[in-house]
């Protein structure tokens, strides 16, 4: 990683279907112990149907190069058990160095 790691995270992929046919998130980890940096980008504010402003935190994670992270999977932080889903990952190309995988993310409201 070009960067510097500020925490480890575990990362789950994958979905199932419950008793009513919807489909539900699988908590079955994808990797773990992956060490990378999160921190967060911007705050985006939105109106609901209801007219109640909603602001959702969109966050950043870094990881090394080659890391298998695709859209919508679930990452959560070790160090301070938040989760996060993916909703963008890139990896800009370069012909003189390996450069980290970029993903940006919205915090997921654990109840």
Request: hydrophobic share 25%; net charge negative; charged share 25%.
């Amino acid at each position: 990683m070009n960067g510097i790691p500020s925490t480890t995270a575990k990362t789950y992929r994958g979905t199932s279907e419950n008793t009513y046919g919807d489909e539900t998130d699988t908590n079955t980890p994808h990797l773990t112990g992956l060490l990378c940096s999160i921190h967060q980008l911007d705050i985006a504010s939105t109106s609901q149907a209801t007219d109640r402003q909603q602001q959702i935190g969109i966050y950043s994670l870094r990881a090394k190069w080659g890391t298998d992270i695709a859209i919508d999977d679930r990452v959560e932080d070790e160090r301070t058990g938040d989760v996060y889903v993916v909703q963008d990952v890139t990896s800009q190309p370069s012909i003189a160095r390996r450069v980290d995988v970029r993903c940006r993310m919205r915090k997921l409201e654990t109840s």
